[in-house]
Every structure is written in C-alpha cells, then in structure tokens.
C-alpha cells in the first residue's frame, strides 16, 4: 500500500531540511557579531552562571545539557530540529505549500529561526517555553479560564526567573482584555493605545520607585555602549530622552512604531537584511490587526485565539520599550515564533478540531 503525503506537508519537511541546512551553515557565513551572545552562554568567561536571570539560567542549561562542549553547527542540528518539531505538533495548514503572504511570513519566520537559533540562545529557551501556551490555544484541552491562569503564571515565573519583562505581559493582556469590552468607535486601535498607556504607567511607576525609567534601564544602557560603532546602524532612539515622565512618554509610543510598524525602516534600502525584516514586520502587523479585528467582532467563539493575539500584543507593546535594535527585535520574535504560527494559521486549527 502506497504512503501518500500531502504537498503541505512534504513542503514542511522541505523548508525543514532546507533551512536545516541554513542553520548548519550559519556559524561558516555570519558575521562575529551575530555569535556574541552565544559566545557569552558557552564560554562563560565571566562565570555568570547561575540561577536567575537569562544569560546565568541560559548558561547553566548549556552546562547541564553538555550542548556548550559542542561545535556551534552541531548544536544547530540538534536544536532546529526541535523547533519544527514543535511547530510540525502544533500544526501544518492545508495550504502551507503556496505561495501567499501569510505563509511567505511563516517561510521568513523559519528562515529567521534557522538563523538566530542555531547555536547557544536565549531564544531557544524562550521558544520552548512559550510552546506550552501555543499548544493550550490549539488543543482547547483546559477550559478558558485555567488556560488564562496557567499562562499568566507561567509568564510570572517565566518572568521572575529568566526575563523580568515577561512578568509583565499579563498585566498589559488583562488590561487590554478589560478594555476592549468599551464599544470603541475603533477597538483596535483603542485596545493598543490603551495598552500602550498600561506599559508607560508601570514604567513610571518604576521610575518613581528606583529613579529610572524602563527604557533607561534597558535600551538606553546598551545603546549608549555602542553608539558609533557598526552594530548601531540600526539602532532605536527615542525622539526626547527618556529620563523625564514625558521622555519616556515618547519613548514607549515611538518604540512601539518603530519596532512593529517600522515605516522608518525603510531608509535602510543598502542594509537588505534589516529592509527585509521591516517588510516582513509590515506585513506581519498588518495580519495580526485585520485577525484582532476579526476575533474582537465574535470574542465568544475565538476567545483562545483572541487571548493569543492579546499576549502577542502585549510583548510587541513590551518590546517598544526595552528593544534596543530592530535586530535584536526581530531576534525576540523568533522566541515567540509558536504563539504567531498558531495566530496565523488559527483558522485551519479551528477547522481540525471540528
């Protein structure tokens, strides 16, 4: 009896295997500056290791695992792997074989993964452990409400031991969530803004607390560090300095813009890696909102998909404040690569479980 395999997933396994190999090949082709973080997790020169805190929990899962003895193209092959895994359980569209916008991002987004993940990373952490919220939105195996609550607590803890920002996604996501209940002439566009004012308000009420803003603690500390130097081309800066209540003000509404609707990227016509990323963010922002309009108009019946879309929102409004670079912004969306594969192709998951 002959085994048949549907084009969509032999296209799968194809862009699987082709970037497998984009993935081996990374460590041969890319710049220095791309392995400075996972030089930092394997080397550990600075004995950072430890228990809380991204690069020391990130260092000692290197340690434990044996992965940062090995050749950085080795852990490539083991990791990347992985990641389609578990992309491959969450779901593969009926149509992931053509060509169309939404499954070009997916392509892009992969290709991304193949780069960013195929050595020592923070982000293949991150990755997998946002997997667990994509595959409770998939599977609808909780009930709506011990989804939310087993997400926030995942996010606070993921927060409280590994990326501090991430503890505050829930708070962001519930506020937005309350929001969107108020008949808005736009709800869009109004859940952002007001979002976007939740973010700034826990800044502030940090800044009062410690005496420095979110965005001063974060992107203008590494900013300041490499200001002139070649890593900096694409670097975000604010409009006002960010060390007043009206700087920071600024700073979290531009950040955002810049980061997930970045039209000023497009200045970078000689930089094509940073151009295709803003073409990618672009159309990516642009998907996400016209699917938010969609889920907001019958939240009843895609609510899990409504509650994904809400703690995406959340983390690109989160990323408007601490991001330091378009690449590094980019770099951060592959972590939460699951949760927009799952947003993107919700449909076909809905239809799979009926």
């Not at 997933?9 to 295997?17: D, M, S, T, V």
């Not at 569209?93 to 991002?105: S, T």
């Not at 919220?133 to 087993?150: D, H, L, P, Y």
């Not at 420095?212 to 603690?217: L, V």
Request: aromatic fraction near 20%; charged fraction near 15%; proline fraction near 5%.
């Amino acid at each position: 009896m002959k085994t048949v395999i549907k084009k969509s997933k032999a296209a799968f396994l194809l862009i699987a295997l082709v970037n497998l190999a984009v993935a081996f090949g990374a460590f041969f082709v890319l710049p220095p500056r791309f392995f400075y973080d996972a030089a930092i997790i394997a080397f550990d020169k600075g004995n950072e290791v430890g228990y809380f805190g991204s690069y020391p929990l990130t260092i000692l899962f290197y340690k434990i695992t044996g992965l940062r003895h090995l050749p950085f193209p080795v852990i490539a092959l083991l990791q990347f792997p992985i990641l389609m895994f578990i992309l491959y359980k969450i779901g593969i569209p009926n149509d992931f074989e053509k060509i169309n916008v939404k499954n070009i991002l997916v392509y892009l987004g992969i290709f991304m993964m193949a780069i960013f993940i195929s050595m020592p990373s923070k982000e293949f952490i991150t990755f997998l452990f946002i997997s667990p919220i994509a595959f409770m939105c998939v599977n609808k195996q909780f009930s709506f409400k011990k989804t939310i609550i087993i997400s926030f607590l995942l996010f606070v803890v993921f927060g409280a031991f590994y990326r501090p920002y991430f503890a505050l996604i829930p708070i962001i996501t519930y506020g937005m969530y309350l929001i969107s209940f108020i008949n808005f002439k736009n709800r869009v566009l109004t859940t952002i803004f007001y979002g976007l004012l939740i973010a700034f308000f826990l800044s502030l009420s940090y800044g009062i607390i410690k005496g420095e803003y979110f965005s001063e603690i974060s992107r203008e500390v590494v900013n300041n560090a490499r200001m002139g130097s070649a890593d900096a081309n694409s670097m975000i800066v604010p409009l006002v300095k960010p060390d007043t209540w009206y700087g920071e003000a600024i700073s979290v509404f531009y950040g955002f813009f810049t980061v997930n609707i970045p039209l000023n990227g497009l200045k970078h016509l000689l930089s094509p890696q940073i151009l295709i990323f803003v073409i990618w963010q672009l159309l990516l922002s642009y998907i996400l909102l016209v699917r938010f309009s969609k889920c907001l108009k019958d939240r009843e019946n895609y609510k899990y998909e409504l509650f994904a879309l809400f703690i995406l929102l959340s983390f690109f409004i989160i990323q408007g404040v601490f991001e330091p670079d378009l690449g590094s912004a980019v770099k951060h969306k592959t972590g939460i690569f699951p949760l927009i594969y799952f947003t993107l192709y919700y449909e076909h998951f809905r239809k799979k479980l009926q």
